[in-house]
């Protein structure tokens, strides 16, 4: 997913790396820009790849949480699973026949392939526990990987399509129009073949929708997601209450994505729990957030770990 900066405050769930020159000052003023919480820290090395060391005692399940740009925390997955989160992202790149995970093409490492970082460690969670992600994962609500295809989207898909195959047993999967649930399901954002996918006869993903998508026919196995920026329907910031107008479009948008089955998450939203506290109550399914501890806090304390 892309980084967005608000132009009114940038105090938001997306952040985006200053240029290379500015880099020492941006992290002097890293404090003034989000706290020590934010999840901006830069590609880093996964340890624990096959997530064997996980905490002595399972977290709470945050089935509400999603972990932006999860990839760029120091743990990938790891450290959102450890937090009890039931939904991550990673922007992926098609580089010399490999899936490799970063945000822009010149921050791709090699080793940190969608494989390593996401798809390996979860079956090894699904083996551990059962067929679940995680301990208290309830049967009915599948862990979500939001795949971001950064590069050409026909062929990263067909990459990503055939990674996928080899963990078919965990995965929510679609056979001439019928879906199995599994303990993940994957969804494709950003560069989105939909004609390719519409057209699979096994498919062991769905597509990410955008507002336009509201009105869409197309069943929720296939698109069982609507993502969208919070600037572009919103400008609300968390100050005061929200002005009617945008709070009633907001509870328009969520009840008509639930009536077709579909969930609701925004990116770039404010990162306040002013803002996070009114998502819940407008219904929305998935709170987007780089600050992983913050998010946990909010939503235990808020007794809305649950879905």
């Not at 600037?231 to 969520?254: H, K, N, S, T």
């Amino acid at each position: 997913m892309r980084r967005v900066t608000s132009p009114r405050r940038p105090t938001i769930s997306s952040c985006r790396r200053p240029p290379r020159l500015a880099l020492a000052l941006a992290l002097a003023a890293a404090g003034a820009i989000g706290g020590s919480g934010l999840g901006c820290r830069g590609p880093a090395a996964a340890t624990d790849p096959a997530g064997e060391h996980e905490p002595a005692s399972s977290p709470p399940v945050l089935l509400r949480a999603h972990a932006h740009n999860d990839y760029e925390h120091p743990r990938p997955l790891l450290d959102a699973l450890d937090r009890g989160f039931m939904s991550v992202e990673a922007d992926v790149h098609l580089v010399g026949g490999e899936l490799l995970v970063a945000h822009d093409r010149d921050e791709v490492v090699p080793g940190r392939t969608l494989e390593r970082l996401y798809l390996d460690p979860l079956r090894a969670r699904w083996a551990r526990h059962g067929g679940r992600i995680l301990p208290g994962q309830p049967p009915d609500r599948p862990f979500l990987l939001l795949v971001d295809v950064k590069s050409a989207p026909r062929a990263t898909y067909e990459a990503v399509h055939a990674a996928l195959a080899a963990h078919e047993p965990m995965l929510t999967v679609v056979r001439d129009g019928a879906a199995r649930r599994g303990a993940v399901q994957v969804v494709i954002s950003g560069g989105r073949p939909i004609e390719l996918m519409r057209r699979q006869r096994v498919r062991y993903a769905g597509v990410d929708g955008r507002l336009p998508d509201l009105d869409s026919d197309e069943p929720p196995h296939f698109m069982p997601l609507i993502s969208a920026s919070w600037w572009d329907a919103f400008f609300w910031l968390g100050d005061g209450p929200m002005p009617p107008p945008q709070r009633e479009r907001l509870e328009a948008i969520v009840a008509k994505a639930h009536e077709r089955g579909r969930r609701v998450r925004f990116w770039a939203t404010p990162e306040r729990p002013e803002v996070w506290r009114l998502l819940l109550d407008a219904g929305v399914d998935l709170l987007n957030t780089d600050r992983l501890d913050a998010m946990r806090d909010f939503l235990l304390e808020t007794d809305e770990s649950g879905g």
